[in-house]
């Protein structure tokens, strides 16, 4: 657990932000936009079963669950690792 000391609190911070946007807000938005685009789902159980839906795609690890509830928390790192080359290599370029 000695790694665990190591990581930036904004890191850590922004990564659980993500994975909660991602496994508690896209699916809310999914279905509000899907709503307003393509109308209304069709199934009866509007966005229980949507979100149900995500969910078991998500456990049987097919790429539209898992890109829908990841989604967020792999822009975040990719994003973390762009600023981190950044932050560490570009500015050595440019300073030599």
Known sequence: MEFLK???LPWVI???CALLVGLLVVPVAVYWVGGRVIGE???PGGLLALWGSIYG???RL???GLILLLGPLILF???W???WVRKNYLSQL???
């Open 94 to 96: 440019g300073q030599k």
């Open 41 to 43: 789902y069709l199934d």
């Open 81 to 83: 690792l762009g600023l």
């Open 6 to 8: 190591r990581l930036p």
């Open 77 to 79: 790192q990719i994003s």
């Open 57 to 59: 795609d998500a456990v």
């Open 62 to 64: 097919r790429g539209a």
């Open 14 to 16: 922004g990564s659980l």
